[in-house]
Every structure is written in C-alpha cells, then in structure tokens.
C-alpha cells in the first residue's frame, strides 16, 4: 500500500464490515512484509509489536544482545511513516535525559524548552534495568497518560505513540529491578529465543548481497492515518460477553486461593486488574490481525504468557526451585472452564 494513499473512511457502525476487515488486512499485510523484509524471523516478536501498536501499548522485551531488538523497532516505526527515539538506559540517565528539560537562552534572558527523545511516535528504551528507579519513574507519566511536564507545563506525546523497552537478563551489575507499577503498565512482556541456524545463516547472506546493514534502510509503506485508523477499527472488534468473564476469571485465578493447590506456594502476588485490560485489548488487536471482527477464547489464550508473565510474581520457593513463570501461567489456564 502507497504511503500516500488515503487513509480509509471512518465508519460508526457497530459491527465491523467485510471491507473494512479486508483493508485492515492490506495494511497490516504491507506492514508486516516491510517488516519480514528486514527481520529475519522473531514472529513472535513482530506479533507482540502489531498487537502492542494496535492495542495502543507499550511492550517490554527481554533478551540477550544480538537479536535484533533495536532492528526491528526502527523498522516498524520506518515502516508507518513514524519518528524513532533510541535510549540507551544507563545508572547515570537523569529523567530530564528523557522527557526534557528548560535551557536558558542568554541572548534573549529566557528558559526554553528542549524535548527529550520521548517525544517520538516509537520509543526504544535500551536496558531499562540500568536506570536506576528515579529516571525509570519519568516514563510512567508518559506511558500512561502520553504526555509530559517539564517546568509544569504539560506537553501531549505525539500519536502513534508506543514504548519498547528491553532488558537484559544474564547481566546483574549496574542493573536495577523494575518498579511493579512500571512493570504493570506494558501491555506485553516477550522473551526471544535465539535465532535457528536457518536464520542465521539467512542474515549473513542478506549481509552478503547488502539487504541488510547500516546503510539499508525500510521504506515507509502507510502513514499515520491508516494507524489511526486501525486503532478506531481495533476498537470496534466484539468481545462477547462470556470472553469477558472468562478474562476475568483467568486473571482472578492467579490470585491467593484461587491459584491452583499444586502451584499456590510458588506465587507472591497475582496480577492486577491492569490484566484483564491488557487481555481485553490485545485480543481484539489480535482478533483483527486474524481477520476477524470478534474476539474467539484462544486469542486470549495465544496471549496469556504475553499479558502475564511480568504481572505473575515468584516466590523465593519458586525462584530457588527455578520454576518458570510461564508454568505456572499454564497450570492456572487449565482450571479456568472455556466459554
């Protein structure tokens, strides 16, 4: 699709049409083969970026270095015509290094605004967990309500508007632990695995033939309006209301007696109601993204280790028993009855 085409018309309707469902689908397929075109594998990874960029979210990976985190960022915001902001996190990251701060202009005896790297449609926050909890606390206004204050004037983030943030799980010095509020307030956790070596050795070729590297660029295939479009679209998509309940249910069982008997003592804290938001909508992001007008019960659970496993917290038990969170996740989908 033409990054000059215009954007679809908006429709009030209640339930989404087969036209609209089919132009969703032309413009997510343009993105994802801008997206294929320059990332090797990590489907999951492109996955979770198009629901957290339908959904309206922000999304926090964790991997080891090398696997094309930052890559695949900059190519999902080249893609939709977007500004990227990269930001390497480190101990000594003050939050007006972030959000901006008031510089003062001796020429003409005034304090003016600068903008911090924020104020950019796609954000990659860098190791996050090198900031320390002060600078980490900057982005938790702007997460959450798309803005910023500097000086006590407020100044709105540009729309679209999403966080990637990565963190790096073999390294512990110089590192500090997330916040649960911040940690609450991304839609999607991902973890990536290494690349097969099919991949790998498809990425040196592209290397190879120059497809791939520091002077390859991806070229821009829809605009803003087709995004703010698809958000309108995203949120027309039906959720019944016995997939409600079952969000609900699945949520409320990570919790105290709830959590199945055999599992109780590996989990400290269940996850927040901010959950059952995430679940309700990612999924009908994800819905979408399938072709469908309606949200289907294994959408939800496509998404569970996604939505849960940064909002699911271990116990000592369960750490020293190197319990994986995402065992536990399962074990409490299995008690919850399907619709």
Wanted: aromatic share 4%; hydrophobic share 45%; with cysteine.
């Amino acid at each position: 699709m033409s990054s000059h085409a215009g954007a679809p018309a908006a429709n009030t309707a209640a339930v989404i049409t087969p036209e609209e469902l089919a132009q969703a689908g032309e413009i997510l397929g343009a993105v994802q083969h801008a997206f294929s075109g320059r990332v090797v594998g990590q489907e999951r990874l492109r996955t979770a970026l198009l629901v957290a960029l339908l959904a309206e979210g922000h999304i926090l990976v964790e991997s080891v270095p090398g696997l094309a985190k930052t890559l695949a960022a900059s190519t999902l915001a080249a893609s939709v015509q977007a500004e990227f902001s990269r930001i390497q996190c480190t101990p000594d990251l003050l939050p007006s290094d972030i959000i901006g701060t008031q510089v003062y202009d001796p020429r003409n005896h005034t304090f003016e605004t600068q903008l911090g790297p924020v104020h950019a449609n796609f954000v990659l926050l860098d190791e996050i967990n090198r900031a320390s909890a002060k600078t980490q606390s900057a982005m938790l206004e702007a997460m959450q309500e798309a803005q910023t204050s500097i000086a006590g004037v407020i100044h709105r983030l540009p729309q679209p508007f999403m966080v990637l943030a990565t963190q790096n799980p073999i390294e512990e010095e110089g590192t500090y632990v997330l916040p649960r509020a911040q940690m609450d307030r991304f839609l999607l956790k991902e973890v990536l695995d290494y690349p097969t070596i099919d991949e790998e050795v498809q990425v040196l070729e592209r290397i190879e033939n120059g497809t791939l590297g520091r002077d390859t660029h991806a070229t821009a295939v829809v605009g803003h309006d087709h995004i703010a479009w698809l958000h309108a679209l995203t949120r027309r998509v039906y959720v019944d209301p016995a997939v409600k309940r079952y969000v609900a249910s699945l949520v409320a069982a990570t919790r105290g007696d709830a959590l199945p008997a055999d599992v109780r003592g590996y989990v400290d804290m269940g996850a927040s109601p901010r959950a059952s938001v995430a679940f309700f909508q990612a999924s009908r992001a994800l819905a979408l993204m399938s072709g469908r007008n309606h949200v289907l019960p294994e959408d939800v659970r496509t998404l569970r280790h996604g939505v849960l496993r940064h909002r699911v917290h271990l116990s000592f038990e369960a750490l020293a028993e190197r319990v994986r969170v995402e065992d536990i996740i399962d074990a409490v989908v299995k008690t919850v009855p399907s619709p």
